[in-house]
């Protein structure tokens, strides 16, 4: 946008305003969240609205974190969402890295497909994952989960990685195969270094996606040591529907892995689309 | 040692025929250099003489052994790309040993040889410098350090110096002219640049749309063109083309003026008459081949360009050396140097007695 | 001439070799195939046999009654009272949401693509929501909405918005303004960086020609702004739609459907229909009709697209 040249006053309050707006209506969830969390329990319901609680205390937390279940939930969550997000990165590193570098036989009826799958709900295909995964015996496994947001992560995935690799010029993976570099070999001492950012954000995008999933992990998980954060937190909801201190600070401790991975990583997802959608 | 043979090589991509019938014999520190339009498939010939894309159908040969199945890697060719393709987060000096260090060969050896190569490119105050910290011409020299240390059998340039501006341009190509004295290599060249060609070659590959049109030295190619193209590509300012008819002892322009030309021109099928600007002269109004009216004239200190308009025939270009008082609107009279004339049939074919 | 070292390597190597070209028509799908054999084997083939599903009657709760039934389900869907509501329910939910999310979503884009005080962690911060845990942002607006410990109806009622604090979602007319609300929260900062990204490649000198021109803000904004965001504002929302109408996992934890079926939208139906009812045939009935009705949106989106989009 050109130089402003002369600033008018009305114009700046009024954009800091909007900013502050913005800035409120985002935060203030999740300031509320904190608020109850750290508020005793006696005073909860009579403290209900006011904005700051008169006493802090941290009991909530530690009796979320030491005398109920959430640890195992959350351990639980973190290898799935890990696991999903490592190996999503992987393949669709792999798959990006095809459709950015090759011109080969069936690639748009093979990107057409996968943008179809971004399209349809999901939840279609509820039912029979859970008659396969029930028949092949994995109810109540991690191991299922990690198969099932991988898959479905990586369509997406292979989008961000290929904008990543549009952004790295093929020459360079030629050059090092006429220095002597088998093509692998060339990803891995050329290419690699320079991906980064883009393997970066994509294993944050995986692992942000896969620690919210709720429905699937639902059905699939019943069994009360094996269940995810989201599963745990709503049966824990469900069940025990008055101990808002408890269940806020719970949810507090759920925030903290994907806001941080979210706050790393979404300058390189803007700078990645950026490239990727200039070239169309 | 590097003999290089390309025998009935094509390149096919689904069923679009990007290059056919090329057939080329390269000797052992020739300097070749391929030279066409856009799209002509130079640089898709040169991709396949280095092994990045495989070729269609055809032989490709390096003394006399088929490596049409051979890998980049092991062909012992390297190439210098268009935009560089030096590594960015590796420093000029790791970025030159690269090859040694994929090869495993001792570091010692490594360092002696870069900074060798780096001295002879004056590169030695840049060694721990990042790509992104050099200028176009450093670059260059960069990668032409990183091929020079592989010691290759051949050499290959992908239109090095188009990202250059003109002045380095100059300079760099005179580089590569003394980089091939002292090795002696055989170097295989692609440019779009006819100057480039003509500077550098020891012979030059005239390619258009797919096709080899004339292969031969750049003197061969200036004096005898074989067809219309190639006598339009090489040679700057572009060589005069106008529809003549032809008769016994010469052709016919389009105005009725009358032309004799030598013997060596065939003049039976003769469908257009072309010359270049630098073999026409400027004679007074009335006599000469052709009455011609100038419009626009540059004065270059050196040269004197006229642009003419010939009633019944169009526009044409003259050169002359020297400044030649002409004004523009005045009129002139044209004589063609007929023995540099050059005859071309329907097809564009160069008419021209083998002698 | 200078004389060549003898190279201790020959190139060439060994007689027999594969194919170049084979090899290099071969490679792609070295780096391709585990992603496609996942995603084949997890997606596609549950989709067909899904699709199957919707022919059969399969309830878990009563295994005698499983086989084929051809086109029964359907039937059913067609008179079952709920799945209406539903589609209604669907429209009004995705329409709002997407209304507000854009408009806000381009207005913090617009803001960001200027300068100011404290920008990085402005825009860290601003972009959080996206990253809150989509059963968490639920929670979290359901106990604001809360009368008993949340702060909203208490407000609202103060602003005269309300007549008095009471439970918003536990009233059928107003219940779906709560995930809604959420939902508004939730993907304002997905508009924001990608219109953002669309703002920041418009070059320049285009703003440069019009000031020059003598272009007043607003003609600017319509007149070059817009459509420069056309395709990326297209893509989009489209894109957006589609994901929010089979969004259940807001309404799911907020409200659950209710009350009285009021917030319930087609993904959340199945969802229960499945998971509740155990209902898989039919859960998978209204899933195939989740997915016509996309596709009908789609292919009228994109044909609206090629009349209109010019750039």
């Known amino acids: 946008m050109p130089a402003v040249r002369k600033t008018n006053p009305a114009l700046v309050v009024g954009k800091y305003a909007a900013l502050a707006f913005y800035l409120i209506f985002a935060l203030f969830p999740l300031y509320w969240l904190l608020k109850i969390g750290l508020t005793p329990d006696a005073l909860i319901y009579s403290e209900g609205t006011r904005l700051f609680p008169s006493e802090i205390t941290f009991s909530n937390f530690t009796t979320v974190i030491f005398q109920t279940d959430f640890v195992a939930y959350f351990r639980n969550s973190l290898v799935v ?25 069936g690639k748009r009826i093979i990107i057409a497909l996968m943008l179809v799958t971004q399209m349809f709900p999901l939840l279609m295909i509820i039912a029979p994952i859970y008659r396969i995964v029930a028949d092949l015996g994995l109810l109540n496994s991690l191991t299922s ?38 093509r ?8 690699f270094p320079l991906t980064l950012p883009g393997l970066g954000a994509t294993l944050g995008f995986v692992f942000t996606a896969a620690w919210s999933e709720l429905l699937f992990a639902l059905m699939l998980i019943s069994k009360n040591d094996a269940m995810t954060f989201p599963v745990g937190l709503l049966t824990f909801v ?3 529907s008055v101990d808002w201190g408890q269940m806020m600070a719970a949810g507090v401790l759920a925030l903290i892995p994907s806001c941080l991975f979210f706050i790393f990583i979404q300058r390189y997802l803007v700078q990645g689309l950026t490239s990727g959608a200039v070239k169309g | 040692m590097a003999r290089i043979e390309l025998r009935d090589v094509a390149k096919r991509y689904g069923s679009i025929e990007v290059l056919r019938d090329i057939n080329l014999e390269i000797q052992d520190g020739e300097f070749i250099v391929l030279v066409g339009p856009s799209g002509c498939g130079k640089s898709t010939l040169l991709r396949m003489v280095a092994g990045l894309e495989p070729i269609s159908s055809g032989d490709f040969l390096i003394d006399g052994e088929r490596m049409n199945d051979v890998r980049p890697r092991d062909r012992d060719i390297a190439m210098v790309f268009q935009s560089y393709a030096l590594y960015p987060h590796m420093d ?35 060694m721990d410098r990042l790509p992104k910290a050099l200028s176009g011409g450093q670059r260059q020299r960069v990668a032409m350090g990183r091929a020079i240390i592989r010691d290759p059998q051949a050499f290959l340039f992908d239109e090095p110096l188009s990202n250059l501006d003109a002045a380095l341009r100059v300079e760099m190509r005179l580089e ?52 219309k193209f190639v006598a339009q590509f090489i040679g700057s300012p572009t060589m005069n083309v106008v529809p003549v008819t032809g008769t016994d002892a010469g052709v016919t322009a389009g105005n009725g003026a009358e032309i004799r030309l030598p013997d060596q021109l065939l003049t039976a099928q003769a469908k257009e008459l072309g010359v270049r600007p630098e073999h026409i002269d400027v004679v007074d109004n009335g006599t000469g081949d052709l009455s011609a009216m100038a419009d626009v004239v540059e004065h270059l200190g050196s040269d004197t360009n006229i642009y003419v308009n010939v ?29 540099n004339a050059h005859l071309f049939a329907e097809d564009g074919t160069a008419l021209r007695r083998v002698a | 001439m200078i004389a060549r070292t003898q190279k201790t390597v020959r190139p060439g190597g060994t007689r027999a070799r594969r194919s170049l070209y084979l090899q290099y028509m071969v490679e792609p799908f070295f780096y391709l195939s585990p992603a496609i054999i996942l995603s084949g084997a997890v997606i596609m083939v549950p989709l067909i046999i899904g699709i199957s599903y919707s022919f059969q009657s399969i309830e878990l709760l009563k295994p005698f009654a499983s086989g084929w039934i051809g086109f029964e389900n359907y039937v059913d869907l067609w008179s079952d009272r709920k799945f209406w509501i539903a589609v209604e329910n669907t429209a009004f939910w995705t329409f709002w949401s997407i209304t507000f999310q854009f408009l806000l979503g381009l207005g913090l884009a617009m803001l960001l693509n200027t300068q100011f005080f404290g920008k990085k962690l402005f825009q860290a911060l601003v972009f959080l929501p996206w990253a809150v845990p989509t059963f968490l942002s639920a929670l979290t607006w359901a106990w604001l909405f809360n009368p008993v410990i949340g702060p909203l109806p208490h407000w609202l009622a103060a602003l005269g918005i309300l007549s008095e604090p009471y439970n918003i979602l536990g009233d059928p007319k107003l219940a779906m303004w709560g ?37 007043t803000p607003w003609q600017t904004f319509t007149k070059i702004t817009l459509p420069f965001l056309a395709p990326m504002i297209a893509i989009t929302v489209m894109l957006r739609t589609i994901w929010i109408a089979n969004f259940a996992d807001l309404i799911y934890v907020m409200t659950g459907g209710g009350p009285a079926n009021s917030t319930q939208i087609l993904s959340t139906y199945i969802f229960t229909t499945a998971f509740s009812k155990l209902d898989f045939g039919y859960a998978s009935t209204i899933a195939v009709a989740l997915l016509v009705i996309l596709l009908i949106y789609a292919v009228i989106l994109l044909w609206l697209r090629k009349k209109l989009v010019k750039i």
């Open chain 1, 81 to 105: 969402s890990l696991g999903a997000a490592f190996f999503t990165t992987l393949f669709a590193a792999g798959a990006g890295y095809a459709f950015s570098r090759f011109v080969f036989a």
């Open chain 1, 145 to 182: 989960l990690i198969v099932v947001y991988t898959a479905f992560n990586i369509p997406f995935a292979t989008f961000l990685m290929q904008s990543f690799f549009d952004g790295i010029p093929k020459d360079l993976e030629d050059a090092a195969m006429m220095d002597g570099c088998s």
């Open chain 1, 184 to 191: 692998f070999q060339a990803l891995r001492k050329v290419v």
């Open chain 1, 238 to 240: 469900s069940k025990f």
């Open chain 2, 92 to 126: 000029v000096a790791r970025n030159m040993g690269f090859s040694m260090e994929i090869r495993k060969d001792p570091v010692a050896d490594r360092k002696s040889k870069v900074s060798q190569a780096a001295e002879t490119l004056g590169l030695t105050k840049l």
């Open chain 2, 176 to 227: 590569i002219a003394r980089l091939h004295q002292k090795l002696s290599a055989t170097m295989i060249y692609v440019t779009h640049d006819q100057v480039e060609a003509l500077t550098l070659a020891d012979r030059i590959v005239v390619l258009n749309g797919g096709d080899i049109q004339q292969v031969g030295s750049p003197l061969e190619l200036y004096e005898r063109p074989a067809n």
């Open chain 2, 311 to 339: 009633e019944g025939i169009g526009s044409m270009m003259v050169r002359k050396h020297g400044n030649i008082p002409v004004k523009s609107g005045e009129r002139l009279g044209l004589r063609i140097q007929t023995e």
């Open chain 3, 179 to 215: 995930p809604i609300t959420a939902n508004i929260w939730f993907g304002v900062p997905f508009f924001a960086i990608t219109l953002l990204a669309a703002l920041q490649s418009i070059p320049g000198e285009l703003y440069e020609a019009a000031e020059v021109d003598g272009a």
